[in-house]
């Protein structure tokens, strides 16, 4: 590994610890750019290790995305520069509102849209 692409995966995780780990009542959280909690997924570590460390192409994101990359985390950090979507004014805007679990009711959709934009906007 060149000195370059140490002091890259040096910066990346460096990001991520800033970024992402939120410490609420002595527990580490991982927080994605959309406020799921990537260590209460249960893809987290299998398939996928966390959005900020694969800068937005997640695995389903790679079979479902033209682009290969979550709408939300391009959106967020990779045109707007932001370290998630808790730090838009725009949240929750229509990608947030219109980005669904095709196995979750309409209900439980909006039920956690509301705790993940309240995890956002407190991190």
Same mark, same amino acid.
């Given at each position: 590994?060149?000195?370059?692409? !140490?002091?890259q ?6 990001? #991520? *610890?800033? $970024?992402?780990?939120?410490? /609420? ?11 799921l ?23 389903w994101? !790679? ?8 709408? #939300? *985390?391009? $959106?967020?950090?990779?045109? /707007? ?43």
């Amino acid at each position: 590994m060149s000195e370059e692409d !140490k002091r890259q995966k040096s910066q990346d995780k460096s990001f #991520l *610890y800033e $970024c992402c780990i939120l410490h /609420k009542n002595n527990s580490a959280m991982i927080l994605s750019a959309c406020g799921l909690k990537c260590d209460e997924c249960e893809f987290f570590n299998k398939t996928c290790t966390g959005c900020h460390m694969v800068k937005g192409s997640t695995f389903w994101a !790679k079979e479902m995305m033209p682009s290969k990359v979550c709408p #939300l *985390y391009d $959106c967020s950090v990779n045109k /707007k520069g932001l370290k998630d979507c808790g730090q838009c004014a725009e949240l929750p805007c229509a990608t947030f509102l219109q980005m669904k679990d095709p196995k979750t009711s309409d209900e439980e959709h909006e039920r956690l849209i509301g705790i993940r934009v309240a995890l956002l906007k407190s991190n």
